[in-house]
């Protein structure tokens, strides 16, 4: 599996969609598959809901998209490919022969089990003129004077873009201009996606008193927040950054039914494609994360409440006072890697480190601290900005679940990291905390109930 798609609230259940291969734990063939909870946290498995369609025009993929509710019946619009003459290829990335248009289908029940398409591409070209590096992963919105939406491209030496367009019935499009453009950065990949010239999964949305849009590219997922115009329709980015310094990609938002914009990411596998093709899956979804901004106009990122019903009996880290900076005490274990941890340290104290470790002391995660550069933190081998120097602690949170680690930090960044291990079984997770005892204000940790019975621990 891969992106998240489409997720949407619908007669009281989150359904989250997503890209997925039913045949190979390898890249291909995409479908989308399809989940629904009551919770955002226990899941139940439904059928495909989006499958190619033989000498259609997604016969080689249904890739991603979104999926909104238009005159009362949930609609997804989404790129669909096939394989085109060199003179309609849209997807220049070396191999340069898939052709990309924008696809709809609505639902026809209200379990959003069964979905008819519309047979004919609601956008079968990008525009006119226009020698695009890509032509993909619709995004749209509604405002007062009809819907309208964002269309993830580029051009070669000129940079990524998103493409904006307007409909009054999501079925019939007028182009109207980029929303928001680049500039090139002078790297140079024959797959425009590595080099920056194209801007996959965009995601545009309001958020408090601005608005934010999201953006992968070269392996990462750019944030921004700034103003959009709403009479000119064009979006000026403000301030910017990196969604999350590790394994997480085209992330996909929806607006909850309490206003929350929770965001899902698809988080992709750091082992060799041989390896996890023949465990038989690759590919996880991120735990829901909450989207704010603060009042600097940064984003702040946050790990749905919701995620709390997993907790088992809360754990806190309790040591005497420790004189040397490199004695090393353990403030939390995991068995079956499967836990969550609260840590908050002080800013103004001595240097200290945190180890996530496997067994033998196999290292999986290292944070390292300098309070003589307290707006700064080191995650494996990393330099993460905290953009502020205000709190006094330095606040940790992180989630562990069988081969990956969802980190945030004083909720101003994220660190996804994949970890592996040999045997049949997960292992214990041993967090260490080495400095001085008097830095470390709180350690607590809990327990995470798995949400099935037949969670995968390998």
């Not at 995409?30 to 369609?53: C, F, N, Q, R, Y």
């Not at 085109?84 to 639902?107: C, F, N, S, W, Y």
């Not at 836990?339 to 180890?355: M, S, V």
């Not at 606040?395 to 996804?416: K, Y």
Request: net charge negative; aromatic share 10%; glycine share 10%.
């Amino acid at each position: 599996m891969n992106d998240p798609n489409g997720p949407i609230w619908w007669k009281g259940k989150y359904h989250l969609f997503y890209q997925m291969n039913p045949h190979a734990a390898v890249w291909g063939d995409m479908h989308w598959g399809h989940a629904v909870s009551v919770d955002m946290v226990h899941w139940k498995h439904e059928p495909i809901a989006l499958a190619p369609t033989h000498n259609g025009p997604d016969s080689e993929g249904c890739f991603s998209g979104s999926a909104v509710v238009f005159d009362g019946v949930p609609t997804i619009i989404y790129t669909g490919v096939k394989n085109a003459p060199p003179e309609l290829v849209t997807i220049h990335d070396g191999a340069d022969k898939l052709r990309e248009v924008q696809m709809l289908a609505t639902a026809e029940d209200e379990d959003l089990l069964h979905w008819k398409k519309r047979a004919a591409p609601v956008i079968a070209t990008p525009p006119s003129g226009m020698k695009v590096t890509g032509f993909r992963d619709p995004c749209p919105w509604k405002e007062d004077d009809g819907w309208y939406l964002a269309v993830g491209s580029g051009v070669r030496d000129q940079g990524g873009c998103v493409l904006l367009y307007r409909s009054q019935d999501l079925r019939h499009w007028e182009y109207l201009h980029p929303l928001v453009w680049g500039k090139p950065n002078g790297k140079q990949a024959v797959n425009p996606c590595d080099s920056g010239e194209m801007w996959e999964c965009p995601d545009f949305f309001p958020l408090g008193d601005k608005y934010c849009l999201l953006y992968s590219t070269e392996g990462q997922v750019i944030w921004t927040t700034g103003h959009y115009d709403r009479k000119t329709h064009v979006y000026t980015p403000e301030q910017r950054g990196l969604l999350d310094h590790g394994a997480y990609y085209a992330p996909k938002s929806f607006l909850a039914p309490d206003g929350r914009r929770i965001l899902w990411g698809w988080i992709p596998e750091r082992r060799p494609e041989a390896e996890y093709s023949a465990a038989g899956w690759a590919g996880l979804m991120s735990l829901p994360r909450v989207l704010a901004v603060g009042q600097d106009g940064r984003l702040r990122i946050t790990v749905a409440k919701e995620v709390e019903l997993l907790r088992g009996k809360e754990r806190r880290a309790q040591f005497g006072p420790i004189h040397k900076a490199d004695q090393e005490s353990i403030v939390a274990e995991f068995v079956s890697c499967r836990g969550e941890l609260k840590l908050n340290a002080r800013r103004t104290g001595d240097p200290f480190e945190i180890q996530f470790s496997g067994e033998g002391g196999v290292s999986w995660l290292e944070i390292k601290f300098d309070p003589s550069r307290r707006t700064q933190v080191m995650i494996d081998g990393q330099m993460l900005s905290l953009d502020s120097g205000e709190e006094e602690e330095l606040q940790l949170h992180a989630f562990v679940d069988g081969s990956v680690i969802e980190l945030l930090v004083n909720n101003r960044q994220a660190f996804t990291k994949r970890f592996y291990y040999s045997g049949t079984s997960a292992q214990t997770l041993r967090i260490a905390w080495r400095g001085i005892s008097v830095d470390l204000v709180s350690s607590s940790s809990w327990e995470l109930a798995p949400i099935s019975n037949d969670r995968l621990t390998r």
